[in-house]
């Protein structure tokens, strides 16, 4: 038994670092008539019970985002799929942190398709139109050539 106050933070023989410990007072009820509470010692190398109960939402999925991602660029669309169809059972496993985290990545992964795939698509029309304005100037030099 330890002496009150006094914990142990080495051990003497060793260089190891022996835990710590957390003193938690829990309330019993042993009838009706007597409350009183008993000393639990716990080991603090143990993490906390994190309470999940606070989170009620399901993160965001953005599978309609994801599968128009696709069609923007293709590699980055399917990343977006794939990470989007994990958040619900993720979450439905209780490893919300995990479906946070899926449902970020879905997001950048869409963000990134349609931000690519719309560059693609702008650099396409800007080609075609530099392409169309250089063969109306090249027929017209012909045209003028033609005439004279």
Request: hydrophobic letters at 45%; proline letters at 6%; one cysteine or more.
């Amino acid at each position: 038994m330890l002496p009150k106050g006094k914990l142990p933070k080495r051990d003497k023989g060793h260089d190891n670092i022996v835990p710590e410990y957390r003193c938690l007072q829990v309330p019993v009820s042993i009838d009706h008539t007597v409350n009183t509470s008993i000393l639990v010692v716990t080991n603090s190398s143990i993490p906390p019970v994190i309470d999940h109960t606070k989170m009620k939402k399901m993160p965001r999925q953005y599978f309609v985002w994801a599968l128009a991602s696709l069609f923007c660029f293709l590699p980055f669309g399917v990343a977006a799929v794939i990470n989007s169809r994990q958040v619900r059972p993720l979450f439905q496993e209780g490893k919300y942190e995990l479906s946070s985290a899926a449902s970020r990545r879905a997001k950048v992964y869409s963000v990134l398709s349609t931000v690519i795939g719309l560059m693609l698509v702008a650099t396409i029309i800007a080609s075609l139109l530099l392409i169309d304005c250089r063969f109306y100037e090249d027929n017209a030099t012909i045209v003028e050539l033609h005439n004279t």
